[in-house]
């Protein structure tokens, strides 16, 4: 039993699906008893929890009283271009061929063994899933792909532009990988989603109609959400920051709204 995590608590777990050692990072706020909730997070791209200020940043809005008691488990990346993705779907360069495997890995093994070995008891109802980039990509697919197990998802500039066709070979929007999984899953009605770009993620503006792809592709993921969510208004938050950038310096800055969209206390 694992019990009093410390900051930069390392741990490997061995995966049979990714034929790996996941090197996991666990964070946790006061853990404290009684019937309060508490949460999960599940963060992609765990090597960069440093650069993202989460054990600070847990505890500051924990001290403020803005968020229940949550832990976080930072999964570091290993291949990211083949684990990141759309199950099942590869991209037109053939990345995400193992994002199938990463989300078994996830449920079948992190999940279970979190349940088994920490004394953090969690539910459904306060699990959450958040990534950056390609990372933002795999969280949100993972989330909306087993609406049973998570409530919340977060999504840092991610790559909703993951596309099946290259732009030599006719691509169209309708090319984009995760929006045509999207029109066959049915998301969860309550799901909460927090969905950010800066206006500096990139420079690409493939449809040349002066909004770059990064924050054309999250307002059309915003679209789409806001049509199949119960309470839009409250379940979808919408940051697309003034000159944010693709990098974590950005994304630490958004990581406290993000927080306390999902894991708010309730009052």
């Not at 684990?83 to 890995?105: I, N, P, W």
Request: charged share 20%; hydrophobic share 35%; with cysteine.
């Amino acid at each position: 039993m694992i019990t009093n995590l410390k900051y930069n608590k390392i741990i490997e777990l061995s995966s049979t699906f990714l034929k790996r050692k996941v090197q996991l990072e666990l964070f946790n706020s006061d853990l404290v008893n009684g019937n309060e909730p508490k949460g999960l997070l599940l963060l992609n791209d765990g090597q960069l929890a440093g650069s993202l200020f989460v054990q600070e940043t847990i505890e500051k809005l924990r001290n403020q009283d803005t968020i229940i008691p949550i832990q976080v488990v930072a999964i570091h990346a290993g291949e990211r271009q083949a684990e990141y993705g759309v199950t099942g779907m590869r991209d037109f360069m053939g990345r995400g061929a193992k994002a199938g495997l990463y989300e078994s890995f996830i449920i079948e093994e992190l999940l279970p063994w979190l349940n088994l070995q920490t004394s953090f008891k969690y539910s459904s109802h306060n699990t959450a899933f958040a990534g950056f980039s390609l990372g933002g990509l795999s969280a949100f697919d993972i989330v909306t792909s087993n609406p049973s197990i998570f409530s919340s998802v977060g999504v840092f500039s991610g790559s909703l532009w993951w596309r099946s066709k290259s732009y030599e070979n006719g691509y169209t929007e309708n090319d984009r990988i995760v929006f045509n999984k999207m029109n066959h899953t049915r998301v969860n009605a309550d799901l909460k989603c927090y969905l950010m770009a800066g206006t500096n993620d990139e420079c690409n503006d493939r449809n040349g109609n002066g909004v770059i792809d990064s924050v054309d592709d999250t307002l059309d993921m915003f679209d789409v959400l806001s049509s199949r969510l119960r309470c839009p208004e409250q379940q979808l938050l919408l940051s697309i920051v003034n000159g944010g950038c693709h990098n974590p310096a950005t994304w630490s800055q958004q990581f406290p709204e993000f927080l306390v969209h999902t894991f708010g206390t309730p009052y």
